[in-house]
């Protein structure tokens, strides 16, 4: 029988009566592990061997356990230091022990907490005691990873769980503390068939394949009688970890398919806008906190918009000095163009919908409308595990006659459940430009803890008589972050984002809304 080159010699090597790792033919037939798996699974097809599949749980060390492994555990190095200061007899100050022991930084607190658990002794109000009994050659998270790293060597290689003598729980607590990592391969042998031993009988010739077509292979005609060799689709790979589109970018392309999809255009305008964009158009009285300097980034060079609409101006001034309607009461304080004219960062993309209000953009729009965008805000917060000093906003509004805190409502319902995002709770809130104002909530998937994840409301008259706006808009401004954090289940913003971004949720999540 003819057979290509690695079959042939998977068939040379495996045997009938004992199943061979995939790694062991490769070994000795020196043909790399993929191509024998190839081999494997085509030599199966033809009924020549017959492949059996386990999972095989494997751990190995990490780089903080390696240096446990040299260095001793930092409990451990915290009792001798504890033992050498004489606090088996009498309770030694911490701070003593501690700059005895030689730990720093973080190793601190890994050794104090995991002290007392592991019986070395006790901590309270700043002494310790050492247990004169303790006896850390028997401590058997330390054992643990001395064995993990005898039979891992320096390399850190995989070894499989079954073949330690470490028990399961101190392998659990081991993972726990990251000094050593789980994973999972998939072992495969091959064993002879009895069709596979009569045609082993009857010899095997290796047919020459082609594996890669050639330019001379093309010219030469030779590609007319030329054997080529099977593509193996189901062949293990290397996860190839290539870029991808990011999730946030994913998802935010997801929002937008969603939004047009409910009949909504997209608005774009400027990342830098005047602060009457940004807060008098919105009837945000000059003198409110979020104008200072402290929430805002101002622009160094320019400081200030040249221009802007000057019959706008007169009459956003007038709605804030006087407000607007027979009844109307405006914020009876100054009002400068001056302080209007100055360029930030915007904070939020509602800039955008006063600009679209207004007529500026695309011209005056007749009612029904929908817009959306979903653009960077910037903000001199803190940063936090929900905090970020920019972040995505999914800013929209519904312009339209007769509209209620309902269609609000019913629109965030209708747009969370392409989500998978269910449980929205709306809470009373206050917007110097809506009225009535709400804040929505999600719940986190991991915590369970409430997140908010957007601010809304009704546009007040206040807002939109001078815009030239004269029947109702309904708006909002929604964090794209926290829409991920309860669609994936993170629960630090900073997992997606610089330089603290947790890799394998990037790699391993799939959008699929
Ligand atoms: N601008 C608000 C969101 C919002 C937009 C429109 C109406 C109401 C609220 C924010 O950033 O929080």
Known sequence: MKLPH?????????????????????????????????????????????????VDETVSITEEGREYVEEGLPEVRLYE????????????????????SGLEGQAVDIALSNYARKGYGSIDSGEITADPDADPGTDSEANALGELADVTGSDGEESPVDSLETDA??????????LLERSETTVRSATLTELGVTELMAGIETAETVGQVTPELLTSGDWEDAAFAEYNVEADAEPAQSGKTHILRQTADRVKDVLVGMGFQEMEGPHVDADFWINDCLFMPQDHPARTHWDRFALAQPTHIDDLPADLVDRVERAHREGVGADGEGYHSPWDEDFARALALRGHTTSLSARYLSGEEIGDLEPPQRFFSVEKVYRNDTLDPTHLLEFFQIEGWVMAEDLSVRDLMGTFEEFYAQFGITDIEFKPHYNPYTEPSFELFGTHPTTGELVEIGNSGIFREEMLEPLGVDCDVMAWGLALERLLMLMYGFEDIRDIHGTLCDLELLRETEVTY
């Open 6 to 54: 690695a079959q042939a010699a998977v068939v040379e090597t495996a045997s009938a009566d004992e199943a061979q790792s995939v790694d062991a033919l490769a070994a000795a037939t020196d043909l790399p592990p993929e191509t024998v798996t190839g081999a494997v699974f085509e030599l199966e097809e033809e009924g020549l061997v017959a492949v059996e599949e386990r």
């Open 81 to 100: 230091a504890a033992l050498e200061a004489g606090a088996d007899a009498d309770p030694v100050s911490m701070g003593q022990v501690i700059g005895a």
């Open 169 to 178: 729980e101190t392998i659990d607590t081991l993972e726990r503390r990251d």
